[in-house]
């Protein structure tokens, strides 16, 4: 008897939890989607000029202070140092940098931007630029890359620092440097814990402390989560772009897979520096819809990744109705720049669907700004791509990854937006 009781315990949370993650698609309830072209106050954005002036930073505003949270500016300090340099990489066909970027004045905090630049170049090149999961190490197997010190939830009170965790190349099916740089383009990337290890820690261990105020210990409710770090980060990589005479700054496209694709959308619609982005496989919380509650919920991400997001967003766990935004209106933000989101058909956590239906809600803004958004509203077949317009779709077969299939739709959407100025 007992044990039956505790079985039928042990299972009742188990059953919730269960219960909470919808793939049927008849289940999605039915929601309406807040209008990315009516203000706050009822008012309806006719015109270039107010988006840009007026709704555009009305929904910047709403993120930052429900989702992400609100981040520093760039420190006046912030310095720069070639690592080194080798003309001589992916058998003479790349050029192999690292720079650090010194985030404090006394330089106790870097990261490392590893970056290829095809030899075979004759001006600036464009750039593709995101996070990696591993470490800088795990991209390529390049002997000479920097072992990244890679940082993690220590096991049983051991230490967070992992020397070795992850081998040289560990990654490198999800990175290829070699099609890029044949292509014309540069890569770079950036570990993404050299910002802020991405586990919770209650925002001791990465860049959060630095800007801290006086008897601070942690991020005020509508301030920076952990995604917002990440992408603050990479901004920073973009101010050291700006200097650099081999990179155009301005055609550099941020990239990331999954949590990282979340970022990257945070990080173009932050930062207006960036050309393009490209979400890959991002989810809830990236360019899915969290009122769809399909697949990972925002109560899921919420509780899987507590550090994720801004304190805020916890309001709005299971509570999808009440969010003054969705996602769609982060896609918004982007245009008219070009943003590509990819799906794969496998990966229902991230509700493909959902991601695809960001890209149709958004689509207003950029006929807005008088250029084509998505130019369909039906999601393409498997495996189709469609990138007639300025939000670029596919739904790939197989499951949550960023594999070649990826990175060929990317470069090709690259070619039509970046390169016709290159
Ligand atoms: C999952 C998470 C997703 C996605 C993914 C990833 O566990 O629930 O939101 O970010 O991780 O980053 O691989």
Known sequence: MKKTLLYLLLLFPIALLAQEINYDETKVPSYTLPNPLIMEDGTKVTSKQEWIEKRRPEILDLFETHVYGKAPA??????????????????????????????????????????????????????????NFKGNHTICDDAEITESITRMKPRDGGDEIRPHAFKRGAASSRWPVEMLIAKGYGLATVYRGDIDPDYDDGFQNGIHPLFYNEGQTKPRPDEWGTLAAWAWGLSRAMDYFETDEDIDAGKVAVFGHSRHGKTALWTAAVDTRFAMAVSNDSGCGGAALSRRRYGETVGKINSLFPHWFCE?????????????????????????????????????????????????????VYELLEVAGLPVEEMPAVDQPEMRGNIGYHVRSGDHDINSYDWEQFIKFADIHLKDKY
């Open 74 to 131: 760039s420190p006046k300090d912030i310095q720069f140092e070639v690592l080194s340099e080798n003309r001589y990489a992916i058998n003479n066909m790349a050029t192999r940098k690292e720079v650090a970027v010194y985030l404090s004045e006394d330089k106790t905090h870097k990261m490392t931007i590893l970056i290829y630049l095809p030899n075979k170049r004759t001006g600036a090149v464009p750039l593709f630029f995101g996070l």
């Open 312 to 364: 805020n967003f916890k309001q709005y766990s299971n509570n999808e109705d009440a969010l003054p935004v969705d996602q769609h209106q982060l896609v918004a933000l982007i245009a008219p720049r070009p943003v590509y989101i990819a799906s794969a058909i496998d990966d229902r956590w991230a509700d493909p669907k959902g991601e695809f239906l960001s890209g149709v809600h958004a689509t207003a």
